[in-house]
Every structure is written in C-alpha cells, then in structure tokens.
C-alpha cells in the first residue's frame, strides 16, 4: 500500500460501518500513511497488516473470511499478482470486485520482443484473466492499465 493513497480513497468512500484491510511491510511508508489516514479521519476504518500480503491474505482465508469481502485491490509485485489474485477470489464474494492496477506496464506488455520476469508475469497473468470463467473482466485503458474482475459464483 506504500504511502497509503489508494487505501485513503476507499476509506473515504465507504459507509461508516465499513473496513479496509491493508497490507504492507515497510513501517516507514505505513507511518507516512498513519498520517494521512489521521488527518481524513478514517484511520478507524482501516486495519493495517505488517506482513507479507500472502501472509495475511491467508490468514483471513483461515480465518473464515472466505466470501465475504465486497471488493479487493490488487497493485503490489508483479511476480506474485497470480497469488493475489488467487487468494482475493477467495476473498471476494460472488458478485464482488476485485481491481487489478498496472496491467498494461507502460505499453510493455503488448510488445513481444520485451521479455523482462515482470512483464512475461503481467502478460502471463493478463492471459490467465482473460480465461478465467469465474470472473467477468473489463480492462480499463487509463493510467497504467486497470482490470476490473468482477467475481461470479462460477467454480
């Protein structure tokens, strides 16, 4: 979540009853964070994991949580967006939204003679999405490129 913007701008959004569940590793860049979330006055609705998000993502899946998030924000290391996806399905309750960020890596993905890790592992991922039968996807062409899955119950 780095500097937390992305985190704050759902916090902003959601109903006085909602929660974001945010996970980082670097305490420097969530204190920075802390601070933003104090000032907008959603600090209490946001949960912030030190962690690896693997690490946490799992432990809400063992933890019961399986279906019953509403919507999941996918903009970490490329090498695993396969394992956060993975996991956010799990999360994410039939009808849910999970948000994908960076998946047309500055046009890289596109041009066949780039062969980087991170980019085969986007291009590779985009691939996956757009199979995956249990996700209707809408790739939005702003920014860096954004998918939209929105899960549908699908097995």
């Given at each position: 979540?780095?500097?937390?913007?992305?985190?704050?701008?759902?916090?902003?959004?959601l109903?006085?009853?909602?929660?974001?569940?945010?996970?980082?590793?670097?305490?420097?860049y969530?204190?920075?964070?802390?601070?933003?979330?104090?000032?907008?006055?959603?600090?209490?609705?946001?949960?912030?994991?030190l962690?690896?998000?693997?690490e946490?993502?799992?432990?809400?899946?063992?933890?019961?949580?399986?279906?019953?998030?509403?919507?999941?924000?996918?903009?970490?290391?490329?090498?695993?967006?396969?394992?956060?996806?993975?996991r956010?399905?799990?999360?994410?309750?039939?009808?849910?939204?999970?948000?994908?960020?960076?998946?047309?890596?500055?046009?890289k993905?596109?041009?066949?003679?780039?062969?980087?890790?991170?980019?085969?592992n986007i291009?590779e991922?985009?691939?996956?999405?757009?199979?995956?039968?249990?996700?209707?996807?809408?790739?939005?062409?702003?920014?860096?490129?954004?998918?939209?899955?929105?899960?549908?119950?699908?097995?």
């Amino acid at each position: 979540m780095f500097t937390g913007y992305s985190t704050l701008t759902v916090a902003l959004a959601l109903p006085a009853d909602g929660k974001v569940i945010a996970c980082d590793i670097d305490e420097e860049y969530t204190a920075i964070a802390r601070s933003f979330w104090q000032q907008a006055g959603v600090a209490d609705k946001i949960e912030l994991h030190l962690a690896p998000a693997l690490e946490t993502l799992d432990k809400l899946i063992n933890q019961g949580q399986a279906n019953t998030f509403d919507f999941a924000f996918i903009d970490a290391d490329k090498s695993n967006y396969n394992n956060y996806y993975e996991r956010a399905l799990e999360l994410v309750r039939p009808g849910g939204l999970i948000a994908i960020d960076n998946v047309l890596w500055g046009g890289k993905v596109a041009d066949r003679n780039i062969q980087d890790n991170r980019t085969k592992n986007i291009r590779e991922f985009n691939q996956k999405l757009h199979q995956d039968t249990r996700v209707t996807i809408s790739l939005v062409p702003i920014g860096d490129g954004l998918t939209l899955a929105l899960k549908t119950g699908i097995a």
